[in-house]
């Protein structure tokens, strides 16, 4: 069974970083995708970032483009997200999910919250 397991959420003020981690195990196809979505208290899920392991493209939604930065190992088929100058609307639960194969796998979720 494929997991996903992120780690690195925490509690930050404005304009502070942090960055987070997603591992996955029992994962062996070759040809995925893998990224970050987040989900606010209220809203909708929001695609934020993702990478792809084939050709190393990258995309960033408008509200975190020039803030946070996608990397990946794909040796550990693991993926980063490293936060910077967060704002309190970055507040929210962060999932790592995998597409693959037309299958998506998703994180427990990690929480961010950035204080005013």
């Known amino acids: 069974e494929v997991q996903l397991v992120e780690s690195g959420g925490g509690l930050v003020q404005a304009g502070g970083s942090l960055r987070l981690s997603c591992a996955a195990s029992?994962?062996?196809?070759?040809?995925?995708?893998i990224g970050w979505f987040r989900q606010a208290p209220g809203k909708g899920q929001e695609g934020i970032s993702c990478?792809?392991?084939?050709?190393?493209?990258?995309y960033y939604a408008d509200s975190v483009k020039g803030r946070f930065t996608i990397s990946s190992d794909n040796a550990k088929k693991t993926v980063y997200l490293q936060m910077n100058a967060l704002k309190p609307e970055d507040t929210a639960v962060y999932f790592c999910?995998?597409?693959?194969?037309?299958?998506?796998?998703w994180g427990q979720g990690t929480q961010v919250t950035v204080s005013s």
């Open positions: 999910n995998i597409f693959a194969n037309y299958v998506d796998y």
């Open positions: 029992e994962f062996t196809d070759d040809d995925y995708t």
């Open positions: 990478i792809s392991n084939r050709d190393g493209r990258t």
